[in-house]
T-cell receptor, first 113, second 112 residues
Framework: EPEVTQTPSHQVTQMGQEVILRCVPISNHLYFYWYRQILGQKVEFLVSFYNNEISEKSEIFDDQFSVERPDGSNFTLKIRSTKLEDSAMYFC???????????FGPGTRLTVT | QKEVEQDPGPLSVPEGAIVSLNCTYSNSAFQYFMWYRQYSRKGPELLMYTYSSGNKEDGRFTAQVDKSSKYISLFIRDSQPSDSATYLCATHGSGNTGKLIFGQGTTLQVKP
């Protein structure tokens, strides 16, 4: 069964460093998303991406964040200068059509020290 | 008012019990409703996806949507210890972005 994959599973970085979180969405999907979940809190939307551009972003997704689909299979989230409060689980999700189901990856646990 | 509200629990039931999980939402523009299951430190796993008011059944799971009262429910029949997890309700409107808005999640423990 097709699934969304994410790497790495756990990333530890120092404050101020850049990190890139990687995702491989389900192969025939067209809509891509990043969410995050701070420990003990709800899953929060960060950004949606369709047709090679951002279609919506949340207030969390400021200038320190960027997304890219560098080739036909990968979808990345970059945080330019990490802060302690960026520590969270980051989930990638994808769906095949506008009204379709959204499937999540296993997440990357980002720890900023 | 929060867009999606969900009692965080925890909810503890004996094995074999019928479980009822609930969410309320505030925006009548929300049209699509989902239930996800999340094990500790794992990604949300899609259980149910519904569009209209009414019931949808899949095995031991039944999702119910009442748009008039902005209330969604998930029922689990014959609950098993493996059902112990956090259950997240989520919704989005008809816009193409499909941004999901999640509830807090309800932690369920099914005791053998």
């Amino acid at each position: 069964e097709p699934e969304v994959t994410q790497t790495p599973s756990h990333q530890v970085t120092q404050m101020g460093q850049e990190v890139i979180l990687r995702c491989v969405p389900i192969s025939n999907h067209l809509y891509f998303y990043w969410y995050r979940q701070i420990l003990g809190q709800k899953v929060e939307f960060l950004v949606s991406f369709y047709n090679n551009e951002i279609s919506e972003k949340s207030e969390i997704f400021d200038d320190q964040f960027s997304v890219e689909r560098p080739d036909g299979s990968n979808f990345t989230l970059k945080i330019r200068s990490t802060k302690l409060e960026d520590s969270a689980m980051y989930f990638c999700a994808s769906k095949g059509k506008a009204s379709g189901e959204q499937y999540f990856g296993p997440g990357t646990r980002l720890t900023v020290t | 008012q929060k867009e999606v509200e969900q009692d965080p629990g925890p909810l503890s039931v004996p094995e074999g019990a019928i479980v009822s999980l609930n969410c309320t939402y505030s925006n009548s523009a929300f049209q699509y409703f989902m239930w996800y299951r999340q094990y500790s430190r794992k990604g949300p796993e899609l259980l149910m996806y519904t569009y209209s008011s009414g019931n949808k059944e899949d095995g031991r799971f039944t999702a119910q949507v009442d748009k008039s009262s902005k209330y969604i429910s998930l029922f689990i029949r014959d609950s098993q210890p493996s059902d112990s997890a956090t259950y997240l309700c989520a919704t989005h409107g008809s816009g193409n972005t499909g941004k999901l808005i999640f509830g807090q999640g309800t932690t369920l423990q099914v005791k053998p």
